[in-house]
């Protein structure tokens, strides 16, 4: 069982940046590969980002990179989601995922993760 709590979500203006952090619990956090998704209001929740279980490989949505970085800490079981020049077009619950089953690929698709935090609301005024 891993049970994950995302924090860091807050109002910031379009330009700025947010640190959002990811806590896992359980002792298949370094073994997992953990992703970053977002639901705007109205809309389908879609992924953001991902890393693999070493760090080596990550992956990002086409809308966010060179603005967001993902990053992990397996001594502090935290994966981090770093959100610079934010956009209004970037407001949404953020959910952090993980997928502890597999072959360890980084995938971008939700049915792959099979352990999921609450969310952390992003919102960016304009």
């Known amino acids: 069982q891993v049970q994950l709590v995302e924090s860091g979500g807050g109002l910031v203006q379009a330009g700025g940046s947010l640190r959002l952090s990811c806590v896992a619990s359980g002792r298949t956090f370094s073994r997992s590969v953990m992703g970053w998704f977002r639901q705007a209001p109205g809309k389908e929740r879609e992924f953001v980002a991902a890393?693999?279980?070493?760090?080596?490989?990550?992956r990002y949505a086409d809308s966010v990179k060179g603005r967001f970085t993902i990053a992990r800490d397996n001594a502090k079981n935290t994966v981090y989601l770093q959100t610079n020049s934010l956009k209004p077009e970037d407001t949404a619950v953020y959910f952090c995922a993980a997928q502890t089953a597999g072959d360890g690929a980084v995938r971008s698709g939700q049915n792959e993760y099979n352990y999921w935090g609450q969310g952390t609301q992003v919102t960016v005024s304009s």
């Open positions: 890393i693999s279980w070493s760090g080596a490989i990550v």
